[in-house]
């Protein structure tokens, strides 16, 4: 199982704002067109699509989802 909180690099407890901050940071320096992994830069999205949405994000928290997997 992928730990996505890891791969945002942040706490489980962090709000939707520095989960926002910290996937732009993120997408920003690993984005294919500045040289980054397109493998990471979809994962890095990934993670974000569940954990940037509340509904989505209490699913994934709860063990109940795992279309996520990558």
Do not use: C
Request: no cysteine; glycine share 8%.
């Amino acid at each position: 199982m992928t730990d996505l909180y890891r791969i945002l690099n942040v706490d489980s407890r962090a709000s939707v704002e520095v989960i926002n901050a910290a996937y732009k940071a993120l997408a920003n320096k690993h984005h294919p067109d500045h040289g980054g992994s397109q493998k990471l830069f979809t994962e890095i999205g990934a993670a974000h699509d569940i954990l940037g949405d509340v509904k989505k994000r209490a699913k994934y928290d709860r063990g109940e989802d795992d279309h996520w997997v990558l």
